[in-house]
């Protein structure tokens, strides 16, 4: 729920792209995440304008439409469907705060972990260990960080500062490994 992870504030109504929408203020309750303001479209709650900031308030990210066409509902997305959350051979115990693991792709001897909060996302890259070189980026409000162990090479990308990925793969276990040396 994103009213655990953050301090919602909304402002007055404003134009964005010919629309109405709602500015929001979603301020973190902690440094796991990014503050954002969301443009939402009044009638269909879609952000057409996006801000996002570190903790000292400078623009990491922004976005903006200028044109909204809305097209005749489609019906239900189809494709391939992920496995259900917990299936994969690797998971993060414990979650950042707010978190959730919402569920696993697997292909070819790769696994992908997907984490939600709400509002940001991360992605944990799971493949063997090849000895390349590992460690951390940031670029705009995008983080990445590699690390080898436990013979796996763990790549963690998300819209989080580095200390939440650093979380995540410090906690980031083979499934099925219990106790010390897990």
């Not at 809305?70 to 019906?75: C, M, S, Y």
């Not at 670029?139 to 013979?151: D, F, N, P, V, Y």
Request: aromatic share 6%; hydrophobic share 40%.
């Amino acid at each position: 729920c994103l009213q655990r992870s953050f301090r919602l504030q909304a402002r007055p109504r404003e134009m964005v792209a010919r629309r109405i929408v709602l500015p929001v203020w979603f301020q973190p309750n902690d440094g796991l995440r990014y503050a954002t303001l969301l443009w939402l479209d009044v009638e269909t709650g879609v952000p057409l304008k996006t801000q996002v900031h570190d903790s000292d308030g400078r623009i990491l990210e922004y976005s903006v439409a200028t044109e909204l066409e809305l097209l005749p509902d489609a019906g239900t997305a189809t494709g391939v469907a992920a496995a259900p959350p917990h299936a994969g051979s690797w998971r993060v115990d414990p979650l950042p705060p707010g978190f959730q693991q919402v569920a696993v792709h697997r292909e070819g001897g790769r696994e992908q972990l997907f984490l939600l909060d709400g509002l940001a996302t991360i992605s944990v890259f799971v493949e063997p260990a090849d000895g390349r070189r590992t460690g951390a980026m940031r670029r705009g409000a995008m983080s990445s960080l590699i690390r080898e162990q436990q013979g796996a090479r763990l790549t963690a990308v998300g819209g989080v500062p580095l200390v939440t990925l650093e979380r995540v793969l410090n906690a980031a276990i083979p499934t099925g490994c219990e106790g010390a040396g897990c």
